[in-house]
């Protein structure tokens, strides 16, 4: 069974900061989601990634297969960033996703 | 907007109440899902249908029962819950049920009385 592990659990940031989100996880895996979660509860899915870098506007996520290891950055954070981002695994062909709790995000004017 | 509805948003329901949660997506997603999310856990799968079939029933108590009655539909029907079954219920949908990406819809926040 895979554990995913996210830190910080909780993060406050000041508008413009830059933000980063890790996510670790125990056993390989075949592709890596980053999700985001706004208070009101839908889940909209950022990134899917299973190697490397991928980037949308503000937002990157990297992920280290070697180390087990991903990263959320975002660039020039907005109160509009405020929300849950969850990372979440797939370990082989299957439907199965793995979750994090979460990292709360909150971003002050 | 994901393309996948839930109604109702939110509802509260006593012990001995039957209810129905209904999923609906636009996509032309062959996959439905159901999850749980719970207070401060991750959120837990609960069913999956592919091409209308069950495919995964994640020991999940009889008093949630799932219905999918065509690949656009899906239900959870609910009867004599638990407080502790206060959740947000979220469904999801995919193009297959092995590696595509799974949409979310915006959820049910249950209260059970």
């Not at chain 2, 069950?54 to 239900?75: A, D, G, M, Y």
Request: charged residues 15%; aromatic residues 8%; contains cysteine.
């Amino acid at each position: 069974k895979n554990e995913v592990e996210q830190s910080p659990q909780n993060l406050t940031a000041q508008e413009g900061e830059f933000i980063t989100i890790n996510c670790s996880y125990s056993v390989g895996i075949s592709a890596l989601h980053w999700l985001q979660q706004h208070p009101g509860g839908g889940i909209v899915s950022l990134f899917m990634l299973s190697s490397g870098k991928k980037k949308h506007g503000r937002l990157i996520a990297t992920i280290n297969i070697q180390e087990k290891h991903s990263s959320l950055h975002i660039t020039a954070s907005h109160p509009r960033d405020s929300a849950v981002y969850i990372c979440a695994v797939r370990s082989g062909s299957n439907y199965k996703l793995t979750f994090g709790k979460g990292t709360l995000l909150t971003v002050n004017p | 907007e994901t393309g996948v509805t839930q109604t109702p948003r939110h509802l509260v329901m006593g012990m001995t109440n039957k209810k129905s949660l209904k999923c609906e997506q636009h996509l032309g997603h062959n996959a439905m899902y159901w999850y749980k999310q719970s207070a401060k856990k991750p959120l837990e799968l609960m069913f999956v249908y592919s091409l209308e079939e069950r495919v995964e029933n994640n020991s999940v108590p009889s008093r949630f029962s799932p219905e999918c009655p065509n690949s656009s539909h899906l239900f959870l029907h609910l009867h004599t819950l638990q407080p502790e079954d206060s959740a947000l219920y979220l469904c999801a949908s995919s193009q297959g049920y092995s590696e595509n990406e799974q949409y979310f819809g915006p959820g049910t926040r249950l209260t059970v009385t």
